[in-house]
């Protein structure tokens, strides 16, 4: 026997089936903060920085009226880029080989899947700037639907996400 033919297995009916069906994750990803949303982020940091600063300076100074002033931006800028972070933590794309899927929530989550196979279209939406940073929207529609089933603002490398998806389709 030679050993190519020894290292060869036949594979049941079951065996086959499972490999068939066997699903690989190729990539997941999360919409992008900086790249996104230049202006908003710049924005949360200079507010959360002068903020702070202000509220150590006036604190050490025993100015507690205008320590507390200061407080309420430093609280604005955390809690709105706190909870930015939190929903693109828990917004994700996975493409595997078989479907792209859209998970998006905290507590309670909102699924859609789109099996590769049924794509019909897919979308890429670019600004300037989000040309610029390499980042994009996406959108995925299936033969069964007349809308985009899972729509996706800031991806970065829209176009290789949407290369990934049509190389399985």
């Known amino acids: ?45 200079f507010l959360i920085g002068i903020s702070g600063y202000g509220l150590i300076r006036t604190y050490a100074a025993d100015q ?17 880029f706190g909870i930015w972070y939190l929903r693109v933590l828990y917004t994700t794309v996975t493409i595997t080989n078989k479907r792209t899927r859209y998970r998006v929530g905290i507590i309670s989550k909102d699924t859609s899947e789109v ?10 939406d670019q600004s300037l700037v989000q ?26 490398d829209p176009e290789g996400l949407a290369a990934l998806v049509r190389r399985y389709q």
Do not use: T, W
């Not at 507690?64 to 709105?80: F, H, K, Q, S, T």
């Not at 040309?131 to 970065?156: F, T, Y």
């Open 131 to 156: 040309r610029i940073l390499g980042v994009g929207d996406i959108a995925l529609s299936s033969s069964g639907q007349d809308d985009m089933e899972i729509k996706v603002s800031g991806l970065p």
């Open 115 to 124: 099996l590769h196979d049924d794509v019909r279209n897919i979308q890429i």
């Open 1 to 45: 026997m030679s050993g190519q033919a020894m290292n060869e297995k036949i594979l049941s009916e079951d065996e086959l089936n499972e490999r068939d069906y066997k699903e690989n994750i190729l990539k997941v990803v999360h919409p992008a903060m900086f790249r996104n949303d230049p202006l908003h982020f710049i924005g949360y940091l």
């Open 64 to 80: 507690m009226i205008l320590a507390g002033l200061c407080a309420i931006p430093l609280l604005y800028g955390l809690l709105g």
